[in-house]
């Protein structure tokens, strides 16, 4: 019969409440039910010498510890296979696989399976090899009933933590993840009611205005051709494409009798005219959503030669995307019909614009505009009746004859 020694050594101390002594020097009875882990336990004792096997299971089985014994490491990964356990406690030098390797492969396998290592050898080094390779604790025979039941209950609490910490942080994501997707639905929403009242705007002003319905939808496609030609503008596709849309807001303030009037405007007339800029900065401003694009409606008629108005602001002083706007203006009301003629060539509108470079327009804006060919600004004229606000919201994620295109077919 083995005995069981008194000799042995822990990495942490054993609580003093769990061993104590009298002042006489002798050893205090320990009562096991205090170290025992709340709930009962399954452990497999693992060693290739039968009698060590034998009188630790008969330690733990004392203890109410459920046990069951492998022989190797092999025949320890085939019962963790078709067994429950919640912790091994194996040797380190056994012939096949050794502890050290049974380990590694039941923390890869079973992550929070509790596993202690047991040896003869009283060597520290030993025992912090063992844990810096994912034991929970070290153990050295002859073995100590006391140390050996507190270091399995405390490697069965710490791997009962580890799993709350895991299950909390499952729950955490799945938490994040539907939050998330709340808050995706909330944007699609948002975004919806964006679309909604952009498109109500651009259908207000069409109205307002009906000589040059579509104008607003072109000038945006026009506007967004260019600045993609341009490069390096992607961050502000969003403010120039609402803009476009919106230049002419500030126009349902302006009297019927001078917006709609067949001839030419009194000066008196279009110092009211001008007023439409301010008038929609204002409005677009206090909208924040919008505000991003009440640069473009507030100096879309300014000059590059400092001509224009309301500030008379000069070359790049000029925001980038009001610069954009003035070729796409100028194209589209040359190239469309109007109240006083009928639509202009489109080589014409070229001319003029070639013309008016470094004088009315930004010569970079304006070679951006020459080097689309043709036949996407065609396309483009052609094409926009149909075109929806969600294009705008959605500006720089497809092609300006995408859009197009595909508006144009859910409008049919």
């Not at 002003?205 to 490069?231: N, W």
């Amino acid at each position: 019969m083995i005995a069981v020694s008194a000799r042995r050594f822990r990495l942490s101390a054993v609580p003093a409440s769990s061993v104590s002594a009298s002042a006489t020097g002798k050893a205090n009875k320990v009562n096991l039910a205090t170290l025992l882990p709340p709930l009962v336990s399954r452990v497999l004792v693992v060693d290739d010498e039968l009698p060590v096997r034998k009188v630790l299971a008969a330690m733990l089985t004392q203890s109410a510890i459920l046990c069951n014994t492998a022989a190797s490491g092999a025949e320890a990964l085939r019962l963790l296979e078709s067994e429950r356990f919640d912790a091994v406690i194996s040797d380190l030098l056994m012939p096949g696989i050794s502890g050290m390797e049974l380990l590694a492969e039941v923390r890869r396998r079973y992550p929070y399976m509790a596993f202690l290592v047991a040896t003869g050898v009283d060597d520290i080094r030993v025992g912090v090899q063992a844990m810096h390779q994912g034991a929970d604790d070290y153990l050295v025979k002859p073995f100590d009933l006391e140390i050996v039941v507190v270091s399995l209950n405390r490697a069965l609490e710490k791997k009962r933590l580890e799993r709350e910490v895991e299950n909390y942080r499952c729950h955490l994501e799945a938490m994040v993840s539907e939050r998330t997707q709340q808050l995706q639905t909330a944007l699609r929403q948002t975004e919806r009611s964006y679309e909604d009242t952009l498109e109500a705007l651009g259908a207000a002003i069409d109205l307002r205005d009906s000589p040059t319905a579509g104008h607003s939808r072109r000038v945006f496609l026009y506007s967004m051709e260019i600045a993609k030609e341009m490069g390096g503008l992607e961050n502000g596709f969003k403010s120039i494409a609402m803009g476009s849309w919106l230049h002419d807001i500030g126009k349902l303030a302006i009297p019927d009798r001078i917006l709609l009037k067949p001839g030419p405007l009194t000066e008196e007339e279009w110092e009211i005219m001008r007023g439409h800029v301010r008038i929609g900065y204002d409005l677009v401003n206090r909208i924040s959503f919008l505000a991003e694009a009440s640069e473009i409606v507030l100096t879309h008629h300014e000059r590059y030669n400092g001509s224009g108005y309301p500030q008379g602001l000069k070359g790049e002083h000029i925001p980038q995307g009001a610069r954009i706007f003035a070729v796409a203006d100028t194209l589209d009301a040359m190239t469309s019909d109007r109240p006083y003629r009928s639509a202009l060539p489109f080589q014409t509108a070229r001319d003029a614009i070639e013309r008016g470079s470094r004088i009315l327009y930004d010569p970079d804006v304006v070679r951006a505009f020459y080097g689309v060919s043709d036949e996407v600004w065609k396309t483009i004229g052609n094409q926009t009746e149909g075109v929806q606000a969600s294009s705008v919201v959605a500006a720089g994620k497809k092609s300006v004859i995408e859009i197009a295109d595909t508006d144009n077919s859910l409008a049919e």
